[in-house]
């Protein structure tokens, strides 16, 4: 064998038996009134914006998984276990000056070097979620949508304390292009007049009068007639 396998061949052992004596306790260290997110959010919606685009703007996610649901968040509590339990076993490890100290170093590499603690479900997070989820209606044309999430809880005899979150999006009503206007500094030349007329002319906008509003139009629009006006010579323009 090895000296490296040799030399780290106990520690390892342990972190193999705790992590299968904790498999099933991701909920173990949770506080009375905490539960575990189960599953990512998800989301439903009057199907009038892609459901892909309204589940990016949700930043709460459960644990990561590797080999196994929730894989860094076991490690997590296989550590903090390791570091808090008072068993017979860890007194033992304990004693020896050599295996007490492997011990510590893997119970705290669990927990702050691999490890992931538990996502708990958290309402200033979600509420977070909905303001996102609101400002991706309002950038599509929907300017006052009803957004809100429930949150269904878990307690049995196979999952304890988790939960799982859905968001309800109802779009409401779409907001259009009714009139497009450009305004800029009537006292300019004639010539700098000219040249801003033409990038501002409306048989070449994007805006479109009767087309739903959105934001990423007329944040393109936005760049063409910067373009136009810089292919003219005004680099230095930002509209």
Not at 54 to 64: F, M, P, S, V, Y
Not at 150 to 175: C, L, S
Not at 217 to 238: C, H, I, P
Request: proline share 5%; net charge positive; with cysteine.
């Amino acid at each position: 064998m090895p000296a490296i396998i040799r030399k780290y061949s106990f520690c390892l052992w342990i972190l193999a038996l705790l992590l299968g004596l904790s498999s099933c306790q991701t909920t173990r260290f949770l506080g009375p009134d905490e539960y575990l997110l189960k599953t990512n959010p998800t989301v439903t919606s009057s199907k009038k914006i892609p459901k892909e685009q309204l589940q990016q703007a949700i930043k709460t996610e459960t644990n990561r998984r590797m080999l196994w649901p929730k894989t860094y968040l076991h490690m997590y509590n296989t550590g903090k276990g390791m570091a808090t339990d008072s068993t017979l076993f860890k007194r033992i490890v304990r004693k020896i000056p050599a295996t007490r100290t492997a011990y510590d170093k893997t119970a705290n590499w669990l927990q702050t070097g691999i490890g992931e603690p538990p996502v708990i479900v958290d309402t200033t997070q979600l509420n977070e979620d909905v303001a996102n989820l609101r400002n991706v209606c309002f950038s599509n044309g929907y300017f006052y949508p009803n957004i809100s999430y429930t949150i269904d809880t878990i307690d049995n005899w196979y999952h304890k304390q988790k939960a799982k979150v859905t968001f309800q999006v109802e779009e409401q009503q779409a907001y259009v292009i009714q009139q497009t206007a450009y305004t800029w500094d009537s006292t300019a030349s004639p010539e700098i007049l000219a040249d801003f007329q033409a990038a501002f002319d409306t048989s070449s906008s994007l805006l479109v009068k009767g087309a739903l509003y959105n934001h990423t139009l007329f944040n393109k629009e936005r760049s063409r007639v910067a373009l136009a006006l810089r292919n003219k010579g005004y680099f230095t323009f930002s509209p």
